[in-house]
């Protein structure tokens, strides 16, 4: 992801944290050459929302190859693992790797790719 790009996901994840609401939950992981939860699973109190955007305006442009079936497979654990469960849960894939439209990554999903 070029450093132009990390800014538009840096845009975009503020936008997502700032519309959740206080029984939203959110976690965030992230991934470049390995997967890393940046947050763990909580819901979005006023300074959970703060500390969630702390560590989105932290993420830096960082070269490498991705890895986003492992963040993915995370991701998924995080879901799995929650002690509450909702009749609704997403995980959201930001990344411009277009090895995910080719299916050159296996991910368990049809991505759609613009």
């Known amino acids: 992801m070029t450093a ?3 800014q538009i996901m840096k845009r975009a994840m ?6 959740l609401s206080s ?4 976690s965030i ?7 890393k939860r940046l947050l763990l699973l909580r819901r979005m109190t ?5 500390t ?5 305006d932290a993420i830096v442009f960082n070269q490498g190859m991705s890895s ?9 654990k995080v879901l799995e693992n929650r002690r ?5 849960a997403s995980i959201m894939l930001l990344s411009d790797d277009r090895r995910l439209c080719s299916g050159e990554i296996a991910v368990g999903y049809q991505p759609s790719c613009h």
């Open 4 to 6: 132009e790009k990390v």
């Open 14 to 19: 503020r936008l997502v944290v700032s519309s």
């Open 23 to 26: 029984s939203d939950r959110l």
């Open 29 to 35: 992981v992230a991934f470049v050459a390995s997967s």
């Open 46 to 50: 006023t300074n959970s929302r703060l």
């Open 52 to 56: 969630a955007r702390r560590i989105v």
């Open 68 to 76: 986003p079936s492992n963040a993915l497979k995370k991701a998924r």
């Open 84 to 88: 509450e469960r909702n009749p609704v």
